[in-house]
């Protein structure tokens, strides 16, 4: 099954030659599907640097970190747009979603061959491929907390998680203290760490998602604010085990020294001790 073929079930009008797609990549300083996560892909989206969606109909497909999935972000009508000069000229278009297709939004995985860096291909370019691979039950949402065993947060969605003081995550995190583990995926080194302090994992983590670092002198080196984004980007949060608030720092410290050598991270990753 390929998405152009439900789109044009959901909305008979559509035709891959009245379509341009947009296969939101990160442009340099943001993250499409981090934008998408946290409620702002459809104003993001209007604003372009040139008169990309000079058809009827948009597709906005949201790439996920391989250049060969996408996620579905929605079908929108494109009903003209405003030319603005400052701060630089730009592109201001008024998009309409179709409220037919929007039940998969968020939902619907699509693998693709098109592997080129041209963001705005016609329709008929990619109308035989975006072959369905998932779907989600629910869409992907980064506010509701999944649980402590499935948190796997890479550093943009953390951040996002701390900047809009997510009642759900931080009302599970604060209420544990534990161990956890940052995973550097441009080289597969670990990093264990524990968070011992009265606001507990949420804590700790908050400090992460203010300078990347959290203090620690070797990830200071490696992730600090002189780091390249795309090396704090790097980084993914999870946790490796709970522990009540009344655990002591003696308890944390023989836990966390406990996966340090389960997972090595002293000889082969990021710990120094």
């Known amino acids: 099954m390929r998405l152009f073929d439900l789109l044009k079930v959901w909305e008979p009008a559509f035709d891959a030659s009245k379509a341009k797609v947009h296969l939101a990549r990160y442009n340099g300083n943001e993250r499409p599907l981090d934008v998408f996560l946290e409620g702002k892909f459809d104003w993001w989206q209007r604003w372009q640097t040139k008169r990309n969606f000079q058809r009827e109909f948009v597709v906005s497909l949201v790439n996920t970190g391989s250049p060969t999935r996408w996620l579905y972000a929605g079908l929108f009508r494109s009903l003209g747009y405003v030319e603005e000069a400052a701060p630089k000229l730009h592109y201001f278009y008024t998009l309409e979603r179709v409220p037919a297709c929007e039940e998969w939004v968020g939902r619907l995985y699509l693998g693709s061959v098109y592997t080129e860096r041209h963001s705005y291909p016609r329709g008929e370019t990619l109308a035989d491929d975006l072959a369905v691979v998932e779907l989600l039950p629910e869409r992907l949402s980064i506010a509701d907390f999944p649980g402590f ?57 908050c400090t992460y998602a203010a300078n990347g670092h959290g203090g620690n002198v070797a990830l200071r080196q490696e992730f600090g604010i002189e780091a390249p984004e795309e090396r704090r980007h790097a980084l993914r949060f999870a946790i490796l085990e709970i522990a009540d608030l009344s655990a002591t720092e003696a308890d944390l410290c023989e836990r966390e020294s406990h996966w340090k050598s389960v997972l090595l991270s002293r000889n082969h990753g990021l710990n120094r001790n």
Not at 172 to 197: C, E, F
């Open 149 to 205: 065993k499935a948190v796997n947060l890479t550093k943009a969605q953390l951040d996002i998680v701390v900047r809009n003081q997510s009642a759900a995550w931080s009302a599970a995190l604060s209420s544990v203290k534990g161990v956890y583990v940052i995973t550097d995926t441009a080289t597969g080194r670990l990093y264990v760490g524990k968070a011992s302090g009265a606001d507990g994992i949420w804590g700790r983590w």
